[in-house]
Every structure is written in structure tokens, then in C-alpha cells.
């Protein structure tokens, strides 16, 4: 089994910043540095959509809504996945999914991250 665990999401104002944390642990442990690692969303209404990709090797892809707005990063010794939200506006309201990509293909529960205008 693989659990992944998001943190960090809460209320913040519009043009605040958040920064969110995904621990990974059980059977990805060892393959964690090669997986790939996504962050995704889901607002109220709306399918969820992927906000950002890191490959194993560091590659960083975002969906043009959040481009230079959104950082994804991994720290691969603490089997650890963050995503730094800055200029944030009522339209990144959502919940904020971490997933594991690829080999291993797992969901986190999500975390709730509120903008307020």
C-alpha cells in the first residue's frame, strides 16, 4: 500500500501564499525518487484538473493557469512532494489532490485550500 498525506492548505486571503506537502509512505518508499508526482484540483462544480507534474529526474510542467504563480518541487530524502502557491486568487479555491503518477499510480485524500477575495 502507498499513503500519501497533504498538508498545508487552509484560508488565505487573494494575493496571499500557501505552501502544501505531500509525504509519501509504504510500498513507493524506495521507488519514490523515479516516480512521477502531480499535483491536482478540484473546485466546487468543476472535474478535476492537474495544476503541475515533477518527474523523478526534477522535469516541471504546470497548467497555464497557474504558471509562474505555482512552484512544484520534490525532496526526494523525505519522500516529500510540495507545492509553493504565491499571488493566489479566489479562482485557485479548490481541493488539492497530491498524486503518485507513474509507476506507481496513487491519490491522496486532499486538502483544502480556500481563497478569499
Known amino acids: 500500500q502507498v499513503q500519501l498525506v497533504e498538508s498545508g492548505g487552509g484560508l488565505v486571503q487573494a494575493g496571499g501564499s500557501l505552501r502544501l506537502s505531500c509525504a509519501a509512505s509504504?510500498?513507493?518508499?524506495?521507488?519514490?525518487?523515479?516516480?512521477?508526482m502531480g499535483w491536482y484540483r478540484q473546485a466546487p462544480g468543476k472535474q478535476r484538473e492537474l495544476v503541475a507534474v515533477i518527474s523523478g529526474g526534477g522535469t516541471t510542467n504546470y497548467a497555464d493557469s497557474v504558471k509562474g504563480r505555482f512552484t512544484i518541487s520534490r525532496d526526494n530524502a523525505k519522500r516529500t512532494v510540495y507545492l509553493q502557491m504565491d499571488s493566489l486568487t479566489p479562482e485557485d479555491t479548490a481541493i488539492y489532490y497530491c498524486r503518485a503518477i507513474r509507476p506507481m499510480d496513487y491519490w491522496g485524500q486532499g486538502t483544502q485550500v480556500t481563497v478569499s477575495s
Open positions: 509504504g510500498t513507493i518508499f524506495n521507488i519514490f525518487r523515479i516516480n512521477e
